[in-house]
């Protein structure tokens, strides 16, 4: 069955500095596609940057990169020259076909905290 | 910019009454969602909807039901809400049902059920 599993509950950093997030992910399908969400305080959900399995290349978009570490099932979100704006909860997230339907998967998020 | 809408941003209401939600989207999507995010923050798939057919969660109590009158809008109606249905209900989107597509999430109708 898929899961997703991000164990940092919330991290705390210092404005222009780098964090990385954690996600561990699990799945029986061979191709699979794995996204990070960030929720803002006022509760709207915006995509950040997408995986695709089947490529070795880690996925940059911004100064959001991806640490894509197959054989390890895990995919880092690592976030440089951080900012308060950036303060926020993080969800990895995960679709392959195992359930028939190709349904987005969610972990349970890291609240990021960027204080000046 | 917004683009999935819902209605209502806040319903409370009591134990045993039915609720409806409202989510319009105005991308052209194929595909939407329904997501509960309970007071943990957790994200747990409800319904999704594409072309006309309807894909249910299994975990998800039958008085919950989707209501979709083309691929734009995909209402939520709760019959009967118990105190565990309070949470944020969230509405997305995306172009299809393929694997690879990002969604686009509403802002959200919390749901408290006194």
Redesign the interface.
């Known amino acids: 069955a898929q899961k997703v599993t991000q164990t940092q509950t919330s991290i705390s950093v210092v404005e222009k500095t780098t964090v990385t997030m954690d996600c561990v992910y699990e799945t029986r399908d061979s191709s699979y596609f794995l996204f990070w969400y960030k929720q803002t305080a006022s509760g709207e959900i915006v995509f950040l940057i997408r995986q695709d399995s089947y490529k070795k290349e880690n996925a940059t978009v911004g100064h959001y990169s991806l640490n894509f570490q197959k054989p390890k099932s895990s995919i880092g979100l690592i976030i440089t020259a951080t900012q308060i704006e950036d303060s926020a909860v993080y969800f990895c997230a995960m679709r392959d076909a195992s359930s028939g339907s190709w349904q987005l998967i969610f972990g349970s998020g890291t609240q990021l905290t960027v204080m000046p | 910019e917004t683009a999935v809408f819902q209605t209502p941003n806040y319903h409370v209401t009591q134990v045993g009454n039915e609720v409806s939600f409202n989510c319009k989207q105005t991308l052209g999507h194929d595909t939407m969602?329904w997501y509960k995010q309970d007071s943990?923050?957790?994200?747990?798939?409800m319904f999704?909807y594409n072309n006309k057919q309807l894909?249910v969660?299994e975990t998800v109590p039958r008085r919950f039901s989707p209501q979709s009158s083309d691929k734009a809008h995909l209402n939520l109606r709760i019959k009967s809400v118990e105190p565990e249905d309070s949470a944020?209900y969230?509405c997305?989107s995306s172009l299809t049902?393929?694997?690879?597509e990002?969604?686009?999430?509403g802002?959200?109708t919390k749901l408290s059920v006194l």
Do not use: D, Q
């Open positions: 969602y943990k923050k957790l994200l747990k798939i999704s894909i969660n944020v969230l997305a049902a393929i694997s690879n990002r969604l686009f999430f802002h959200g």
